[in-house]
């Protein structure tokens, strides 16, 4: 007799990224420390190409960086040769102490968190976290979470897992730590491309943050002072990116987040899977 393994009951568990989505409004200190750090090697970069891998394990962001066609240009010309392992480590390194620095005072949380979070914990949902951060950084900003209110039931970096985004390693180690089972049931939320595919590579359901990270990349008061027509075109980019790496749903903001989950949870009890 065949068994319906169909998963039918409310979302259980959601996994939050950090930076760009639930502190740091528009993802600010990783590209600070990433632009700072290639800058130091004579290398120019834009913000948006350093901002192309963002949510990656930072070592491993640095790397496909460098593996972007005019960034590995720009090096064999200064330096004669290809960029090297080393060269990696060397830059890994020197991001570590800059990114410390300035971590801090760019790990603000995000309008509309607190309230998301606790709507969804009175409806019986746990809250994970997870972020491309090492552990020395994930530590400095789920301090200024803690002080501001938010602690997740269970936190993962990337540096605590064999492989970071895109692979799917940090949201089964939340999973596992609190129990919480099919992937149908867990919800991963988060504001970059690779946070998207994360979800679509761990069987869970994807949401993505348009207006606070780093796909649309402006801090809180850049983004304010957009007009209605162009915060409205930016937007539209934005969710249309998300969408394209794989998101279920996109939302503006986090005060969307509940009734995003609310409308899986309709779509679970038909029957719909990720």
Same mark, same amino acid.
């Given at each position: 007799?065949?068994?319906?393994? +169909?998963?039918? =009951?409310?979302? !259980?568990?959601?996994?939050?990224?950090?930076?760009? +989505?639930?502190?740091?409004?528009?993802? &600010?200190?990783?590209?600070?420390?990433?632009?700072?750090?290639?800058?130091?090697?004579?290398?120019?970069?834009?913000?948006?190409?350093?901002?192309?891998?963002? $949510?990656?394990?930072?070592?491993?962001?640095?790397?496909?960086?460098?593996?972007?066609?005019?960034?590995?240009?720009?090096?064999? &010309?200064?330096?004669? !040769?290809? %960029?090297?392992?080393? =060269? *990696?480590?060397?830059?890994?390194?020197?991001?570590?102490?800059?990114?410390?620095? *300035?971590?801090?005072?760019?790990? &603000?949380?995000?309008?509309? %968190?607190?309230?998301?979070?606790?709507?969804?914990?009175?409806?019986?949902?746990?809250? #994970?976290?997870?972020? #491309?951060?090492?552990?020395?950084?994930?530590?400095? %900003?789920?301090?200024? #979470?803690? !002080?501001?209110?938010?602690?997740?039931?269970?936190?993962?970096?990337?540096? @605590?897992?064999?492989?970071? !985004?895109?692979?799917?390693?940090?949201?089964?180690? %939340?999973?596992?730590?609190?129990?919480?089972?099919?992937?149908?049931?867990?919800?991963?939320?988060? =504001?970059?491309?690779?946070?998207?595919?994360?979800?679509?590579? $761990? $069987?869970?359901?994807? *949401?993505?943050?348009?207006?606070?990270?780093?796909?649309? $990349?402006? @801090?809180?008061?850049?983004? /304010? &002072?957009?007009?209605?027509?162009?915060?409205?075109?930016?937007?539209?980019?934005?969710?249309?990116?998300?969408?394209?790496?794989?998101?279920?749903?996109?939302? /503006?903001?986090?005060?969307?987040?509940?009734?995003?989950?609310?409308?899986?949870?309709?779509?679970?009890?038909?029957? /719909?899977?990720?």
């Amino acid at each position: 007799m065949k068994v319906d393994r +169909t998963y039918r =009951d409310n979302i !259980r568990l959601v996994v939050f990224d950090w930076a760009g +989505t639930t502190v740091d409004f528009g993802c &600010q200190a990783p590209i600070l420390a990433f632009i700072e750090g290639f800058k130091a090697k004579g290398i120019e970069v834009s913000a948006r190409t350093a901002r192309g891998p963002m $949510g990656m394990e930072k070592r491993a962001h640095i790397k496909a960086v460098m593996e972007v066609s005019d960034v590995a240009e720009a090096w064999r &010309q200064r330096y004669g !040769r290809a %960029v090297t392992e080393e =060269d *990696i480590d060397e830059m890994f390194n020197d991001f570590v102490p800059h990114l410390l620095s *300035i971590l801090d005072s760019h790990s &603000q949380m995000i309008p509309g %968190v607190i309230e998301a979070v606790t709507s969804l914990r009175e409806s019986g949902v746990l809250i #994970g976290s997870t972020t #491309g951060y090492f552990r020395e950084a994930a530590d400095i %900003v789920a301090a200024a #979470g803690a !002080r501001a209110g938010y602690v997740p039931d269970y936190s993962v970096c990337a540096s @605590d897992v064999e492989e970071g !985004r895109p692979y799917p390693w940090m949201i089964y180690r %939340v999973m596992e730590a609190l129990k919480i089972c099919p992937p149908e049931a867990v919800v991963s939320v988060g =504001d970059t491309e690779v946070d998207m595919k994360a979800g679509l590579n $761990g $069987g869970v359901w994807s *949401i993505g943050v348009a207006a606070t990270g780093n796909e649309m $990349g402006l @801090d809180r008061e850049a983004f /304010d &002072q957009l007009d209605s027509g162009e915060r409205e075109s930016l937007l539209t980019k934005v969710r249309e990116r998300l969408y394209a790496a794989g998101a279920h749903l996109v939302i /503006d903001t986090m005060e969307e987040l509940p009734a995003a989950v609310k409308k899986i949870n309709v779509l679970l009890a038909s029957g /719909d899977k990720p």
